[in-house]
Nanobody, 121 residues
Framework: QVQLAESGGGLVQPGGSLRLSCAASGTIFNIYAMGWYRQAPGKQRELVATITSDGSTNYPDSVKGRFTISRDNAKDTVYLQMNSLKPEDTGVYYC???????????????WGQGTQVTVSS
């Protein structure tokens, strides 16, 4: 069993900052990549940031320069530092992970339950 536990969401004012955390727990052999997605009401889920096992990161233009993804391999945890938040950043943020549970198992993508981020005055 693998679980992704998300935390750090909340209500912030425009221009504020928020830091999200996602910790993977359970039987894990290797994590190849972790990332964050978000979904606003009435919209499709979209990529926010990803980070691979070698530290390579990827961001869409909408968050470049404002969001930073990082990873603590020892803790199997990924973070998302969000600065200069805008109302359009509002949504449910989901953590995901591309991982292998055992040496002989298949790579599988897991999702967290999501954490609400609301940017409003």
């Amino acid at each position: 069993q693998v679980q992704l536990a998300e935390s750090g969401g909340g209500l912030v004012q425009p221009g504020g900052s928020l830091r999200l955390s996602c910790a993977a727990s359970g039987t894990i052999f290797n994590i190849y990549a972790m990332g964050w997605y978000r979904q606003a009401p009435g919209k499709q889920r979209e990529l926010v940031a990803t980070i691979t096992s070698d530290g390579s990161t990827n961001y869409p233009d909408s968050v470049k320069g404002r969001f930073t993804i990082s990873r603590d391999n020892a803790k199997d945890t990924v973070y998302l530092q969000m600065n200069s938040l805008k109302p359009e950043d509002t949504g449910v943020y989901y953590c995901n992970s591309d991982l292998q549970r055992t040496r002989w198992g298949a790579r599988t993508i897991y999702w967290g339950q999501g954490t609400q981020v609301t940017v409003s005055s």
